[in-house]
């Protein structure tokens, strides 16, 4: 072999092993989903003729959130639920009522989700349903999508939900979603609770099992979905039985590496199991009292894990705990976070739903409906030092109370089950909020404003859509200043103060509400 053919055919094998690198590159990115990276939100608070109020995130493009009004077909006051490809490009995504695709189109056939007696006697039409933890979306196999739903059906003046099961599937060569098969009931025989579906994948990634407790009882259902369909696996009895009160109050998660189910609602607290993946089994329970709370009281709350596992957040209304589930007895690894620091926005701002999002944050929404969103910036980090920020993101419409998009666990194989270095938009940094101290609030005329010890900068104020009203000309330094509001018509308002240096990238709010 001459030194020109043994020069080639090297240089052929390093392309060929190129190659090779490359095709093993492709595949593992492709086993990384990213099928939870868009979250939808907002509903119609306004009229019909202006459109929705929706806004979205869209992680693969950063975590701030961006508005979408009069585009979204539905509005979304209870069940969320959406799916993108392993790419993170949305595919489909419901409110209970409808299902519509990336075009934000119902897709054929993709009303009617959940029709029955509560929708003919409680609401005209179908516009959105409740349930915050009540509808899933799972693809299996490729290319078909199973949503998993709960319906309410009154007997005896009481509020029954049976689990329904509808399905779409691409068609044709231009992929077009069609709804193939709707609202067929899994399992008429058991009343399930309000709120707490989720899932997972199973061991051998052929499948899901989906968990759901039974109302007023001391059992979880779990379903598997696989080669078989979709059929109940098998009735777990646990250490409590699920009171009345638990109804929509709490919610279930899995923990990120799969190995453990967190339930919780701050009347029958919270309970830890561990969960096998390839029998679909769960056992040695563990609970822990963290509230106390009467069965008098309305409260609700959820829990969430840290992306390592080991952090388990548990909220419930005005107090926020994090515990440590390394600790063999879980009192022992409790740290309490924060308590709800009142603000209103426009709203009380208490907390209710958590969820972890691809940038490894959690967010949390409130118990009524927000123009922000708290957020735990650092969930593996120990104690506060997890950094929690109240109202820490500012939402370009406001999110209708309880409602965050239900997915199931994702990622649970990969070594990454986040992605840290999600930080911003099209360039634009994210502002993390602190509480401004402002008042009288409401107001009538002058408003007095605390600025941050030794921060240096200026006041904004904003009308209730986000559009800037005035800023100050000068900048202020760590002291009291006066802001004329007689101006102002009746409404909300948002007071921001941005510091000139401002490496930490924060901003201070307070929400006020002009009076006459």
């Keep these: 072999m001459g030194h020109m053919q043994l020069k080639n ?17 492709n595949c593992a990115d492709a086993q990384s989903s990213k099928a939870d990276y868009v979250w939808l939100s907002g509903y119609n608070s306004v009229g019909l003729e202006d459109g929705n109020d929706n806004f979205y995130f869209d992680f693969k493009k950063g975590s701030t959130p961006k508005g979408l009004k009069g585009i979204i077909p539905l509005s979304f006051a209870g069940s969320n639920a959406s799916i993108c490809d392993d790419n993170g490009n949305l595919l489909l995504y419901t409110n209970g009522c409808h299902i519509a695709d990336s075009t934000h189109t119902i897709i054929e056939n993709g009303s009617g989700i959940n029709e029955g007696i509560w929708i003919e006697m409680i609401k005209d039409t179908c516009d959105d349903y409740p349930g915050s933890q009540d509808i899933l979306i799972l693809e299996y196999p490729t290319d078909t999508y199973n949503i998993i739903h709960k319906k309410i059906e009154i007997e005896d003046e009481f509020f029954l939900r049976k689990l329904l099961y509808t399905k779409v599937e691409e068609i044709g060569t231009e992929e077009k979603m069609i709804v193939t098969q709707k609202n067929f009931n899994i399992s008429d025989s058991l009343n399930f609770l309000a709120s707490y579906l989720t899932a997972i994948t199973k061991e051998n990634g052929q499948g899901w099992w989906i968990i759901q407790p039974l109302s007023l009882k001391s059992e979880i259902a779990i379903f598997s979905l696989g080669d078989s ?6 009735i777990h009895r646990i250490p409590l039985t699920f009171s009345i009160n638990s109804e929509a109050s709490g919610s279930a998660k899995f923990s990120p590496n799969g190995n453990h189910l967190a339930i919780f609602n701050p009347y029958d607290e919270l309970l830890l199991m561990d969960f096998d993946r390839n029998t679909g089994l769960l056992s040695n329970p563990q609970q822990l009292s963290l509230t106390n709370t009467p069965s008098s009281m309305i409260s ?21 705990w994090q515990v440590d589930t390394w600790e063999n007895d879980l009192a022992d690894g409790v740290i ?13 701002t208490r907390f209710f739903r958590m969820a972890l999002a691809p940038d490894c944050r959690i967010y949390m929404n409130s118990f009524n409906g927000s123009y922000s969103y708290h957020v735990i910036n650092k969930p593996n980090e120990k104690g506060k030092d997890c950094d929690f920020v109240q109202q820490g993101v500012q939402l370009p419409y406001a999110s209708s109370n309880g409602t965050m998009p239900n997915f199931p666990r994702y990622r649970v194989d990969e070594e990454d089950k986040c992605d ?43 009308d209730s859509a986000g559009q800037l009203l ?47």
């Design 229 to 234: 369909g979709l059929e109940l696996s098998s």
């Design 470 to 516: 005035w800023q100050s000309k000068e900048t202020y330094i760590g002291s009291e200043v006066q802001l004329d509001m007689s101006g102002y018509a009746t409404g909300t308002y948002s007071v921001e103060f941005v510091p000139e240096e401002n490496k930490e990238r924060q901003l201070w709010t307070s929400w006020v509400v002009k009076v006459d």
């Design 9 to 25: 055919l090297l240089s052929l094998s390093k392309i060929f092993a190129a190659l090779i690198l490359l095709s093993i590159g």
């Design 420 to 462: 840290p270095t999600i930080t911003s938009v099209f360039g634009d940094d994210i502002y993390w909020r602190r509480d401004l101290i402002a008042y009288p609030n409401p107001v009538v005329d002058q408003l007095n404003v605390e600025l941050p010890d030794g921060e240096k900068g200026r006041l904004y104020v904003f």
């Design 336 to 348: 309490h976070i924060d308590s709800y620091n009142g603000t209103q926005n426009p709203f009380t």
């Design 300 to 320: 609700g709350g959820s829990t969430e894990w840290s992306s390592h596992s080991r952090f388990l957040y548990v909220c419930a209304f005005e107090d926020l």
